[in-house]
């Protein structure tokens, strides 16, 4: 993926055998090449995290407990 300025690869660079996308996800975050959508990823990211700080809240776990 290249970022910043979008230009045509050269023949040289195509012939690496590599395949050009426009995004790419790591660890759950999508990411375009001009990073115009990374508010979104951590939107995303924190209602997952949420989501499961309350599935876990209601076992009401001791610190050992969690721990485990």
Do not use: C
Not at 49 to 58: A, L, N, Q, V
């Amino acid at each position: 993926m290249q970022i910043g300025e979008v230009r045509q690869p050269t023949q040289e660079i195509l012939d690496l055998g590599f395949t050009l996308v426009d995004k790419i996800k790591i660890l759950g975050m999508e990411i375009d090449h001009s990073l115009a959508n990374l508010n979104s990823n951590f939107v995303g990211i924190h209602d997952s995290i949420k989501k499961t700080i309350d599935y876990w809240k209601r076992y009401n776990l001791t610190l050992p407990g969690r721990l485990t």
